[in-house]
């Protein structure tokens, strides 16, 4: 991991994500701690399409949220202060930088801005 993505993971970790998560209509996927089983929830952004959730992770197969994904590809989505449940499907094959251009922009500048490895998720949704 460069300097860039240890800054970058740091000030997400312990300032953005624990306000994010505190905010009632933020968007969070929620997956299960590949170590520990316990649930952990991720603020992010991304669009629902009909019965699917698509977002891009900035760090690819780095990110913990991934890792946890590979694990356990069961998850759930609070959109719009509901929860949902669903499959995560990782889409390497997917041109990471269009579907950022298909999603709501203030994340996805973020998600440019500091990306290193782009990976495309979706989430099928079952409710």
Do not use: C
């Not at 991720?42 to 669009?47: A, C, S, Y």
């Not at 891009?56 to 197969?61: K, P, Q, R």
């Not at 449940?85 to 500091?114: C, E, I, Y």
Request: net charge positive.
């Amino acid at each position: 991991m460069t300097a860039r993505d240890r800054v970058t993971t740091f000030l997400q970790k312990n300032v953005a994500n624990r306000v994010m998560r505190r905010m009632p209509f933020q968007t969070l996927l929620e997956t299960t701690g590949r170590n520990s089983g316990e649930p952990r929830r991720t603020p992010l952004g991304g669009r629902r399409i009909g019965d699917q959730f698509w977002f891009v992770s900035e760090f690819g197969e780095k990110s913990q949220y991934v890792r946890n994904i590979k694990a356990d590809p069961e998850v759930r989505v609070r959109l719009k202060g509901r929860w949902h449940s669903g499959t995560a499907h990782l889409v390497p094959g997917d041109d990471a930088r269009a579907r950022l251009r298909s999603l709501p922009q203030f994340n996805s500048m973020g998600v440019r801005a500091f990306g290193t490895n782009l990976l495309t998720v979706r989430v099928d949704l079952v409710d």
